[in-house]
């Protein structure tokens, strides 16, 4: 068996019969077992695995007896490995024969866990498969997947069987998802029998299959919208309610709990303001959960001995013979119910309205409850969207309500140990700060959180200092770095909520809040030494960047600290680095006014060498490459004086379209706009040769979504299209060298704009 493991398994029937009891040893107990199957398993070529899999999974006959079920369901669930660890590839190469395999052994009415294994596995193989693949076989997979789930749904009410069952409703949810709209002609023969089991999932035993199925519909109803589901909202709603009724009902770990909250959640949003009148019938009862106390004890260490683990409570040990207690049951629950205010909030805003005061005073105490981190997560991702909510009652009550919320979220900053929970706390200050405005903070809120931020940047480098010495100590070893590693990048996750914040004071406030900044300008100017790691280098240029954009003129002032570092930045190896130096210049050029000429005149030639370098559109380098082409086309449009303009140009519109950064390609297509606009001779080419490359360029826009409708710059691309539709000659010569995708999408783009 090793020798031929080892050598690959040949293509034989020998070989077959050989890797089925290589699977077989996969799943075997016993971890050498196991172990030798693996390394033997790994040494097997991907497209000989390929086929095996897929013969064990059809139940293949070769002159011997069928594999095992076990060996099938192993199958199954090392085709759904192969599908997460090789996407898409694995899909592109293998979409025809896996789908069908699948689909097969899932008809198959055998064996339960093999089917279940294999719907598990399509669930895998379709979370990463294209759209444009999945549609291919999408009727005959749909409704395969509808005559399952009638032969399903009959085995419950005869059997009670619901393995398969609860991965099949799984598997519909997940092609819903994928395919979206491409749904709704199938809508119909799924909605009654999906109904149909939620109705019937009344034992304690099939609350699961309730859940899941709950969430299907869920997710059904969303794929196809608003409109097709509004024949059955009130029906699945009445079913909801009924399920839930009450969160306090629910015992703590009913596995019907999360399933109820992302549906409830995917409700609010297909229904929009229409969700609104069911919001009274679950609020109060959300509010009583999230409200809930926790019960605590002190007790004596005897009398801790004494409980048994099925009480629901946990102890930590304070020495003296003495254990604090609290009662862990409820406050699963009481997360979920907050995560659930937080949702209506966020989604309703002015139907939320008249619960924000007493949700925003339940919320507030609660990012100090520290018996459970999801729970201050909650809290502290509620306050932006209170304040929204708020705002529609005016700026009286808006501002009563920051005031009390805007105190105890600078302290929590301060003063929450989890590193976690204090990302999403700074990231709602930083939210908060945005809603708000100008002015927010008083005098004595920016001295706390100036002294707080500080803090947390020397914490930053003190921690890296720390981690050094722990490399030089003896018992350094790759699992030390990795843990080291592992801190460096929460220490990293928190200088980027640092960013944050600096960036919605810099937005709001402009360089008024400038001289409050000083006190961490040495930080920030640290941040960026060559001598700095690469994300400490990322995030400092990303501030200067912020205080650019939002702080010029009176930006230039600061110029002898982040000159050099954007300009030699444009060669670091890191790409971030890269992206982060190359959006500076070119707000620079942007905002920055005529301080800035020699800089951008400076800047130039670097990142023409970044955007001709022979790697620079790989996945990897493609962001950082799209930033240069974008300074390039801002420095030209808002600096001209300091780069020869009709030398760059035709460069500049060679490296267009860009396909990966939304935001400055609508910025290089508004420039492009108006260069074609003033008919500027270096753009239209003479007679007009470069019309076709630029009517690729907006189909190209158009494809991957980069221009969006309610932008003004798609009506301006839309009319560059009708204008160049004057002349038939030159709109064929424009069209012939399309391909079929971009017509439609310039066509679309006229329809609309």
């Known amino acids: 068996m090793a020798a031929a493991g080892s050598a690959g398994v040949p293509a034989t029937v020998s070989g077959k019969q050989e890797f089925y009891q290589l699977l077989k040893n996969l799943i075997n107990p016993s971890c050498m077992v196991r172990r030798q199957a693996e390394e033997i398993y790994e040494n097997i070529p991907g497209l000989c695995k390929t086929t095996f899999l897929l013969d064990a999974v059809r139940n293949r006959r070769a002159g011997y007896e069928d594999p095992h079920p076990r060996v099938r369901a192993a199958a199954c669930t090392t085709l759904g490995q192969m599908a997460t660890d090789f996407s898409p590839n694995f899909q592109k190469k293998f979409h025809e024969t896996v789908i069908a395999a699948l689909l097969r052994t899932m008809e198959n009415q055998g064996n339960q866990r093999v089917q279940s294994h294999a719907a598990s596995a399509l669930i895998i193989f379709i979370e990463d498969c294209p759209k444009t693949l999945l549609v291919l076989y999408l009727d005959s997979m749909v409704r395969n997947l509808h005559s399952i789930l009638v032969i399903k749904l009959q085995e419950l009410i005869r059997n009670g069987t619901k393995l398969a069952l609860e991965q099949l409703v799984t598997t519909i949810a997940s092609v819903a998802d994928t395919i979206e709209e491409k749904f709704v002609p199938y809508y119909d023969i799924f909605m009654p029998s999906l109904k149909h089991i939620v109705e019937l999932a009344v034992q304690k035993e099939l609350k699961l299959l309730k859940g899941k199925t709950i969430e299907c519909i869920s997710h059904v109803g969303l794929a196809v919208g608003k409109e097709k589901f509004m024949q059955d909202a009130s029906n699945v709603m009445q079913l909801l309610l009924k399920t839930q009724s009450d969160l306090n009902n629910m015992e703590d770990d009913d596995p019907q709990t999360s399933y109820m909250v992302s549906a409830w959640a995917r409700m609010c949003k297909i229904l929009g303001s229409d969700f609104q009148q069911y919001l009274p019938l679950v609020i109060e009862p959300l509010i009583k959960t999230a409200s809930a106390k926790p019960d605590v004890a002190l007790l004596d260490t005897q009398d801790v001995e004494n409980m048994s683990d099925d009480d629901g409570w946990q102890f930590v040990n304070l020495g003296d013979q003495q254990s604090f207690g609290i009662k862990t049951s409820g406050l699963e629950a009481k997360a979920t119910a907050c995560q659930m205010l937080v949702y209506y909030a966020k989604e309703l805003r002015e139907g939320f309205v008249e619960y924000t005061e007493q949700v925003v005073k339940l919320m507030v105490p609660l990012l100090k409850f520290y018996f459970h981190d999801n729970v201050r997560v909650a809290a502290a991702e509620s306050m932006p969207f209170l304040l929204e909510c708020a705002r529609t009652r005016g700026p009286e009550y808006l501002a009563q309500m920051w005031q009390f919320i805007c105190d105890p979220l600078i302290k929590a900053i301060g003063t929450e140990p989890d590193t976690d929970v204090l990302s999403e706390i700074m990231n709602s200050f930083a939210k908060s700060i945005e809603v708000m405005g100008d002015g927010c903070l008083l005098d004595e809120h920016l001295e706390e959180l100036g002294e707080i931020l500080k803090a947390k940047l020397e914490g930053h480098f003190k921690n890296q200092e720390l981690r050094q010495v722990k490399r030089r100590e003896e018992n350094y070893d790759q699992q030390v770095e990795m843990s080291l590693q592992d801190e460096d990048e929460c220490d990293v996750y928190i ?107 400076e800047a130039v030639p670097l990142l023409v060498k970044v955007i001709k370098c022979a790697n620079s559109k790989t996945k990897k380098n493609v962001i950082a490459t799209e930033n240069c082409i974008s300074a390039v086309g801002k420095i030209l449009r808002f600096k001209p004086n300091c780069v020869n303009v009709d030398e760059v140009l035709p460069h500049w519109l060679s490296w267009l379209p860009l396909h990966e950064d939304k935001e400055e390609a609508i910025q290089t297509l508004s420039f492009l706009c108006d260069l074609i ?18 009517i690729s360029i907006i189909a190209e826009g158009k494809i991957n979504e980069t221009i969006n409708y309610e932008d003004p710059c798609a009506k301006r691309l839309a009319n560059v299209v009708r204008q160049v539709q004057t002349s038939e000659e030159l709109w064929l010569e424009c069209i012939s060298q399309l391909d079929e995708e971009q017509q439609e999408a310039l066509q679309e783009l006229l329809n609309f704009a």
């Open 495 to 601: 200088l980027t909520k640092v960013s944050d914040i600096l960036h919605s004071l810099f937005s709001t406030y402009k360089e008024k809040i400038l001289p409050w900044f000083e006190q961490l300008l040495p930080l920030i100017v640290n941040l960026i030494c060559s001598s700095r790691p690469w994300p400490d280098r990322q995030w400092g240029l990303c501030i200067f960047d912020d205080i650019i954009e939002h702080c010029s003129p009176t930006s230039y002032k600061y110029v002898e600290y982040f000159r050099w570092p954007m300009l030699l930045n444009m060669r670091d190896n890191n790409p971030e680095v890269r992206q982060a130096a190359a959006y500076g210049l070119g707000v620079m050029a942007q905002f920055g006014g005529d301080d800035y000429r020699s800089l951008c005149s």
């Open 677 to 694: 606009e003033s008919n500027h001779p270096v753009v239209l080419g003479a007679n007009n040769s470069n019309l076709p490359k630029i």
